[in-house]
């Protein structure tokens, strides 16, 4: 069964940053896309950022240029550094990741919390 534990949300004041961190039982590299998204309270999870397998990478509007996803294959981990967190970025933050018969898996997320 994947497991993905997600782990460095938290409180931080605007402008401030946070490095996200999501540990993947099983070697990522077989899985077609890892990715990152958020839940604000009250509405729907959203997408913020994907990496597929190939390497390139997508990400929302509302975090482009100020979020990088990265994969580090040799650890089965994928990272989402945020900088110039807004208070809007206010959210639970779920990994995800799709595995070869296009299936989602989801850890159980981390909330970051950015105060004005």
Not at 82 to 108: F, I
Request: with cysteine; glycine share 10%.
């Amino acid at each position: 069964q994947v497991q993905l534990v997600e782990s460095g949300g938290g409180l931080v004041q605007a402008r401030g940053f946070l490095r996200l961190s999501c540990v993947v039982s099983g070697n990522i590299f077989s899985f077609n896309a890892m990715g990152w998204y958020r839940q604000a309270l009250g509405k729907q999870r959203e997408l913020v950022a994907t990496i597929p397998r190939s390497g390139s990478t997508n990400y929302a509007d509302s975090v482009k240029g100020r979020f990088t996803i990265s994969r580090d294959n040799a650890k089965n981990t994928v990272y989402l550094q945020m900088n110039s967190l807004k208070p809007e970025d206010t959210a639970v933050y779920y990994c995800n990741a799709v595995d070869w018969t296009n299936r989602d898996h989801w850890g159980q997320g981390t909330q970051v919390t950015v105060s004005s």
